[in-house]
């Protein structure tokens, strides 16, 4: 039994006629480029979010950066981040003209420590960027508080978030701004690169509408510099069919999940993921850690089960950001994970004989 670690095809199948029904639409109407099904689109998920206004843009680093650059962060800025996430986190903060400052993860789980944070707070210090890591919202609330106390702003990076919901808040509703990625193996997946900026506030959201779109709001009239990143009308057809299906799919990964929680927890040698349950998680990752990591993700691989890992390398351990100075040992945390995680196939649609399978093969790699 081959079990992939996330199946879109079921999802496919599910919206196959809708979506087709939309892209007949747009070939009829030749609104390729923004136009009503990316405005529809724009309404219905910043009505998902709570927030006044949703931007589509090409992906989810130019969501973060345009993000950045509408709050004023740029060149001599800092911005406080996660050492433990995906590369686009920083990268969005360099392409931006900032400094990213790493902050190791929290000894209780993968979430930013949230002391490292006040201690890394300095006189260039813009924004933090906090990562809702693995389908985990954030202690956004914290970290909102800490910064109004600080004069900072808050960004959060919703990626992997999407329909989490904490206290009457979701995913994409906290900070002075949030980027998302619809990138296809997320939550909400498109079929392609896509993603969105959240806000509540208008100043921010026109900006960024600039931004997107070539500096400029009217046709030939450019007040600044931006850059081509618009959400494509295909794309939004495509996510306004998923989002309708949205909860319900986070539904069937929380059953996942607990599942796998049922499971394993009796398994000595594997740790299972700390953090919230409930409506503040929606697994887009299930990442457990074990030692040995290579030879157990080995045998996974060995018996057709498509495990992966998030992420091998902290951000200090990339190429990219040798710049910022940084040695082994600066985030133990955030390497120990690294070292440790893999991550367990887990998709809407799974079934519990595929989680089964999965659960026995782990238990003899780490019993062997």
């Known amino acids: 039994m081959k079990i992939p670690l996330v199946d879109l095809s079921i999802q496919h199948r599910e919206i196959e006629a809708e979506v087709r029904e939309g892209f007949d639409r747009l070939m009829e109407t030749g609104e390729f480029v923004l136009g009503p099904a990316v405005a529809d689109f724009e309404r219905q998920y910043a009505a998902y979010c709570g927030v006044d206004h949703c931007i589509g843009v090409a992906n989810g680093t130019d969501a973060l950066e345009l993000g950045l650059r509408a709050l004023g962060v740029g060149p001599e800025a800092e911005v406080i981040l996660p050492a433990n996430t995906f590369v686009a986190s920083a990268l969005a903060v360099v392409r931006a003209g900032a400094r990213p400052v790493l902050v190791d993860c929290a000894e209780s789980g993968t979430g930013m420590d949230f002391a490292g944070v ?193 992420y091998p390398n902290p951000i200090h351990r990339l190429g990219a950001f040798r710049f910022l100075g940084h040695g082994p040992g600066d985030f133990p945390r955030a390497e120990k994970a690294a070292d440790e995680m893999i991550s367990l196939p887990i998709f809407p649609g799974i079934r519990p004989e595929q989680q089964e399978r999965v659960v026995a093969v782990l238990a003899a790699a780490v019993t062997n």
């Open 118 to 310: 006040a201690e890394r707070v300095g006189a260039r210090t813009r924004a933090l960027m906090v990562v809702d890591l693995f389908g985990e919202l954030a202690e956004l609330e914290e970290f909102e508080s800490f910064a109004a106390d600080s004069d900072v702003v808050v960004i959060e990076d919703a990626a992997q978030a999407q329909g989490a919901r904490r206290k009457g808040r979701s995913a994409g509703g906290f900070g002075e701004v949030a980027g998302t990625s619809f990138y296809p193996g997320k939550n909400l997946g498109a079929y392609g690169d896509a993603g969105a900026v959240t806000t509540r506030s208008d100043e921010i959201a026109d900006r960024v509408r600039r931004l997107r779109n070539y500096g400029s709001e009217v046709k030939y009239e450019h007040p600044e510099q931006g850059f081509n990143s618009r959400l494509d009308a295909l794309q939004a057809v495509v996510l306004t069919a998923k989002l309708r299906r949205l909860s319900a799919w986070n539904s069937e990964r929380r059953m996942a999940a607990g599942l796998y929680d049922e499971m394993l927890a009796p398994l000595e040698g594997v740790a299972l993921p700390p953090g919230h349950r409930g409506e503040a998680h929606v697994w887009h990752i299930y990442a457990v850690r074990v030692a040995d990591r290579d030879r157990v993700l080995a045998a996974l691989h060995a018996a057709g089960i498509g495990a992966g890992i998030h």
